[in-house]
């Protein structure tokens, strides 16, 4: 079935079309270990602190996470943090990305190991990923693009990425297929630099 679906940038023929991405909410610990994760390690500025609306004994946490979109966190002071990591489940969060400058990337990698957390990190083919957890046990990703791509234009590269992979009888989206796509879009995008890493599956 899932193979029938067409993959594609094109706008579909459905009564709604979002426009992106405002913000995502997550159920919290408490406020300090929050701020110290997302705020201190991950450099979000915290942007708006009120209660939450629907339960003023909670506190809502907005942080700003690099482009003006935004993340926010019910929070409390008696809850604390989860260093277990979360059960998956169906309408559960899998994890959470988040976009590194590539010529950040390696300074990102030193600041988590002195943070003290465990990650590994993955050549994904078209990109490159960190995987950490943060303070509520989720899986937190910190991504950096391999080429220099316009964000206006990444849903049409991905879009072209996925046909020639479906050519090829890839079985995931490697790099060549990205200078592929690229190329065939007219796109002179440039290539960071980055480091050695595993290519492929895993967390």
């Known amino acids: ?118 990650y590994n990190i993955f050549d994904r083919g078209i990109f490159f990923s960190l995987y950490t957890h943060d303070n509520n046990g989720l899986v937190i990703e910190l991504s950096t693009d391999k080429y220099d791509i316009p964000d206006d234009r990444r849903g049409e590269v991905l879009a072209k990425v996925q046909a020639l992979r479906e050519a090829d009888g890839s079985d995931f989206a490697e790099d060549k297929h990205m200078k592929a796509a690229l190329e065939e879009l007219g796109m002179d995008a440039t290539a960071h630099e980055l480091p050695d890493a595993p290519t492929g599956t895993g967390v």
Not at 64 to 73: K, L
């Open 1 to 118: 079935m899932s193979n029938e679906i067409p993959v594609t940038d094109d706008l579909p023929d459905s009564p709604i079309h979002t426009t992106g991405t405002d913000h995502m909410t997550i159920w919290g610990s408490n406020e300090e270990d929050t701020v110290a994760f997302y705020r201190d390690l991950l450099g979000m500025p915290l942007v708006l602190r009120q209660p939450n609306l629907d339960d003023p004994s909670q506190t809502h946490l907005f942080f700003d996470t690099g482009d003006g979109r935004i993340i926010t966190f019910f929070v409390s002071d008696d809850r604390e943090s989860n260093p277990y990591g979360q059960r998956g489940a169906v309408g559960s969060v899998h994890h959470l990305c988040f976009r590194i400058a590539p010529d950040r990337f390696e300074e990102m990698i030193e600041a988590i190991d002195d943070d003290g957390r465990s």
